[in-house]
């Protein structure tokens, strides 16, 4: 079952990518590469600072696939893909909501303390996003937006706080990565955003 | 042999990445570290991702030299650089051809799927001029321009068709890499691209 | 008595970072972020290229505290930040000359060639602010600026300099830090840059 959220995670993650790729004018093999770092940027970081190679997609031919196929289809319906932006929204959110807590479970497994899990778990959610704008000449939007890393800091930290509880560790898993998603649902619905430190505006 | 293609690669991508450099108006000592960053900046990422550390320009002193030497030639004579290229253009096309090769077959060398060694080559290929691009604070070439890492594909791919064949490997490693050469050339003779998936202009 | 100037280089570098990030008004989120990688980043690299992972902050906690510490600090008094460029500066100074000889001693340890070694010093003073500036959409800014890298260069081969010398190692590498912070002083109290080679200003 996990397996699939990380499919559709996957799935969510080149979508956007291909959507910032389009947006840029870029030729199909460009889309398909911004779909790519995207969808496992993230991942590929984890491993790499986790000594964990070859990498995660180098060994799964899953996510090459995967990210393959969402981006040929994104691109024939790219007209359409307004109606889908408010599912993209909900995937990419699980899928940082996944990604988080995976990441956060390899640290552990590694022997690291609790902070730098959280850091990794974090990591593994954003950086896909930070190389995409990178590629694309743009200041990472995780960087401007909304609650988005913050999200996957606050998951991590009720993941160990779960941790602590008589709980199975699956279900630690499940409400960590809920708490992700919850965090980011809201304060998108709410316009929550960290506080402004610039005085004005 | 290989070795001597392997040294005008790398000359041909320093020289690449010095004439992006001097056209930013960059000094001597960021020069050098923009030719050094698009020469080896594709193998170093190919050794991180399959783990053979220290990369390979930490263990043969040749790559750093052949940089140095390189760009304060380029330098010297940058007034005189548009009679270069012409080959310039020839040795880049002809270090993408051997860089993908090599790089497919250290994937194969490290047990990988033959999509993941094409991947790796690709990115050994192509990867030095993406982060040459980025520190100048460009949209890499390679997402807005002609045919250029899908060639690498296709040699890629040709690597592995001709190995089903009963051909000697050193035929099969020159072939594969003429044919992401000739690809490449009849791409850029014949104003070839990828399809404009844009609909007008 | 290092471990302390070491605190020191990477209180500097998170401040720096943390100056850059409010000038692109980013939130406290992003913030600590590119404090962070300013910090780290040339370690991390240094880390990653001889394979000494996980790398040196996912091992001790003391550097994610102050880099957290120093980046509040810095936002709450940020209306008085221009009264600590001048020893902002210096501990900047102070750090890349610590990073300097603590990553030629790395790659001592690991057997490299001083040729790599010093390249390996350089770029652990020196790509913490190379990402720093990529994340925030700038050329980084040591390919802009006066002598910075440069003077890591100098430092790292009076290190080898010195080495040769019936010195005990702990002087050798005080000296050759010195080397780093002293070119940079006079550099930047004197104006002094690489040549010009473009001719007319």
Known sequence: MFYIIDILGT??????????????????????????????????????LL????????????????????????????????????????FDTIGIGLYTVVGVEKGINAGLHPVICIALGTMSACFGGVIRDILCNEIPIIFRKEIYATACILGGIAYFLLSE?????????????????????????????????YGEK
């Not at 409400?175 to 430190?197: D, E, Q, T, W, Y």
């Open 11 to 48: 799935i969510a993650f080149s979508i956007s990518g291909v959507l910032v790729a389009l947006n840029k004018k870029m030729d199909p093999f460009g889309i398909f590469i911004i779909a790519f770092v995207t969808a496992v940027g993230g991942g590929t970081l984890r491993d790499i």
């Open 51 to 90: 000594n964990e190679t070859p990498v995660f997609w180098m060994k799964d031919m899953t996510f090459i696939y995967v990210v393959a196929f969402t981006a040929s289809i994104t691109i024939i319906i790219k007209n359409k893909i307004d109606y889908l932006r408010t599912s993209l929204f909900l």
């Open 165 to 197: 509880l008589p709980i199975n560790g699956d279900f630690v898993f499940v409400i960590a990565g809920c708490v992700v998603i919850f965090v980011r649902l809201l304060a998108v619905k709410f316009k929550i955003s960290l506080p402004n430190i």
